[in-house]
């Protein structure tokens, strides 16, 4: 096995960059790693001539017992969720964990992995764990600092809206015995008005 890998990958280090025939004249297939065979009549590459761009061919096929393995040797197998880790096999697959989910989701699975001991494909899962788990605190972190920042304020709104409280119940006070007065001075008036009648 480790001899087939080893000339896998000789063969690839040596493997042309299959380039689709007048990919530098057509913008819309520029940057594509789509190969599609040239059908044309006089075409060069189809022709095989010398000096053109090669076409892929049966002769730069990998090994067919080492075809689709990584380069450790292991099979890939993508996971997504923690349920399909149980069905992992150690000695011979090795777990790509998707790039989609979310820090906790891998976290999750990474975990879970290293204790299953299964072998992480993608990226080291240590340093994974620990990218992670550091992003998280510096998170925590910041979410109590906003917390703390979000209480200073409603602190100082309170202070300054138990003054306004406090004038407002004054003038609610002076109000009441401005109406006080006013009344008493129409009782006064009226009192007057009745004797004299």
Do not use: C
Request: charged fraction near 45%.
């Amino acid at each position: 096995m480790k001899e087939l890998l080893q000339i896998r990958k000789e063969m690839k280090e040596r493997k042309p960059h299959f380039i689709r025939q007048d990919d530098h004249r057509r913008m819309r297939i520029q940057n594509q790693d789509k190969w599609r065979k040239p059908k044309g009549v006089h075409s060069k590459i189809r022709h095989a001539f010398k000096g053109r761009r090669k076409m892929p061919s049966p002769g730069y096929k990998s090994p067919v017992a080492v075809k689709g393995l990584h380069h450790s040797g292991l099979k890939m197998v993508h996971v997504a969720t923690e349920k399909e880790l149980a069905k992992v096999n150690k000695s011979s697959e090795g777990i790509i964990v998707s790039a989609n989910l979310g820090m906790r989701r891998k976290l999750e699975i990474l975990k879970k992995a290293k204790e299953l001991g299964l072998t992480v494909l993608n990226f080291n899962s240590d340093d994974k764990i620990k990218k992670i788990e550091e992003n998280v605190a510096s998170r925590k972190k910041r979410a109590s600092k906003k917390d703390a920042k979000k209480e200073a304020k409603s602190q100082k709104t309170e202070a300054k809206a138990e003054p306004k409280a406090e004038d407002s119940k004054k003038d609610s006070a002076e109000s009441q015995s401005a109406e006080a007065k006013k009344d008493a001075e129409k009782e006064e008036k009226k009192r007057v008005l009745t004797k004299k009648e």
